[in-house]
T-cell receptor, first 112, second 114 residues
Framework: ETGVTQSPTHLIKTRGQQVTLRCSSQSGHNTVSWYQQALGQGPQFIFQYYREEENGRGNFPPRFSGLQFPNYSSELNVNALELDDSALYLC???????????FGSGTRLTVV | AQSVTQPDIHITVSEGASLELRCNYSYGATPYLFWYVQSPGQGLQLLLKYFSGDTLVQGIKGFEAEFKRSQSSFNLRKPSVHWSDAAEYFCAVVLTGGGNKLTFGTGTQLKVEL
């Protein structure tokens, strides 16, 4: 059983640029959630996708958007990057049959 | 306001000593409760979870947690800490009927002295 994998592990972007982060969910999981974890903070919910549809959104502006694909993998896109977007971005997958969340190791985004 | 509170930002214990990390929640109903551990630069690993039933929950790595409804608490405990337990610990909740959104506390950083 494979876990949740995220790519890339690290990246550096310039303010104003756009970035795409990727997540492959655990086998058998059809729900993917994205979280932003700023340094020294707990993760904050960005949004969730269930069977390719957005299924809940946290307090993040529209420049944070996402996709879920038929194989349940997912992308997080962030436009017009700001310095405060620097954080660890975590992806978590789960099955609609239980609340077992499996997290990936995250993507460390630095905006300069 | 609905929230999850971890009152201890940092805790230092000696190896072999017992450990208790505190978590309180403020919600109208009992949520589903979780404890996660995060090593530096890593993702989150689930230690244990409580949905209903027995209020003492056993988890991985020798951890346990006790749900106390009267105190709105879900404290994490370990009888004897190992140096490898040094990490950051997060309490999290999911509101029943509120989808799969996890709401996290701000975390407790555990340091273990040898």
């Amino acid at each position: 059983e494979t876990g949740v994998t995220q790519s890339p592990t690290h990246l550096i972007k310039t303010r104003g640029q756009q970035v795409t982060l990727r997540c492959s969910s655990q086998s058998g999981h059809n729900t993917v959630s994205w979280y932003q974890q700023a340094l020294g903070q707990g993760p904050q919910f960005i949004f969730q996708y269930y069977r390719e549809e957005e299924n809940g959104r946290g307090n993040f502006p529209p420049r944070f958007s996402g996709l879920q694909f038929p194989n349940y993998s997912s992308e997080l896109n962030v436009n017009a990057l700001e310095l405060d977007d620097s954080a660890l971005y975590l992806c978590a997958s789960s099955s609609d049959r239980n609340y077992g969340y499996t997290f990936g190791s995250g993507t460390r985004l630095t905006v300069v | 306001a609905q929230s999850v509170t971890q009152p201890d930002i940092h805790i230092t214990v000696s190896e072999g000593a017992s450990l208790e990390l505190r978590c309180n929640y403020s919600y109208g109903a009992t949520p589903y409760l979780f404890w996660y551990v995060q090593s530096p630069g890593q993702g989150l690993q689930l230690l244990l979870k409580y949905f209903s039933g027995d209020t003492l929950v056993q988890g991985i790595k020798g951890f346990e947690a006790e749900f106390k409804r009267s105190q709105s608490s879900f404290n994490l405990r370990k009888p004897s800490v190992h140096w490898s337990d040094a990490a950051e610990y997060f309490c999290a909740v999911v509101l029943t009927g509120g989808g799969n959104k996890l709401t996290f506390g701000t975390g407790t950083q555990l340091k273990v002295e040898l």
